[in-house]
């Protein structure tokens, strides 16, 4: 037999799973940010040439802050879409952009490697956009709650970029020892 749920109890089972997809997603791209130093924490960074439309430091953290706590919610109104076919393959898919995103930083950060995390990006913005798609045809409100990270994508795709291209030898250059920067 099957019952129908009250909006009542829909409203709750989105709520238990927002509790742990926001915090989880959240935390996950906190940790992939953690494991080595970015933006003028890292020297390396601090020596590359960058295109005049880079954000000042502090704006990321905002953004992506708030683009992880957007991207939980959209998962949690997925998961919650227990009637829909293409769920699991949603689903799927929004945890593959999810491994590229998390992979993204340590490359960029950690191993320099400028042009791979660029493709790194492409690949994410490819899969975040089929995510959305699928998404769109379950729930719309998690669709729209993707395309601010998809503009970021976009965004953070072009400052990528624009940073190989003015740094061909970026994975070559290698900060000095001595520096009179403060590390937080």
Do not use: C
Not at 54 to 76: E, Q, R
Not at 156 to 168: C, H, Q, T, V, W
């Amino acid at each position: 037999m099957r019952e129908i749920a009250s909006k009542q109890q829909l409203r709750l089972a989105f709520a238990r799973w927002a509790v742990v997809t926001v915090p989880l997603i959240v935390l996950l791209g906190f940790a992939s940010s953690r494991l080595f130093p970015v933006g003028s924490n890292n020297r390396w960074y601090v020596m590359l040439v960058k295109p005049g439309f880079t954000p000042p430091d502090w704006l990321f953290g905002v953004a992506w802050t708030a683009l992880y706590i957007m991207l939980g919610l959209s998962l949690a109104m997925i998961i919650n879409a227990r009637g829909s076919k293409l769920r699991g393959v949603a689903i799927l898919l929004f945890v593959l952009q999810l491994i590229v995103n998390l992979v993204w930083s340590p490359l960029f950060f950690g191993a320099h490697q400028v042009s791979t995390a660029f493709i790194a990006i492409v690949l994410m913005f490819v899969l975040a956009l089929g995510t959305t798609l699928l998404f769109g045809r379950i729930r719309s409100g998690a669709a729209w709650l993707m395309l601010p990270y998809l503009v970021w994508l976009a965004y953070a795709g072009a400052l990528n970029f624009e940073i190989d291209r003015l740094n061909p030898n970026a994975a070559t250059l290698v900060p000095s020892s001595a520096t009179t920067q403060m590390m937080h």
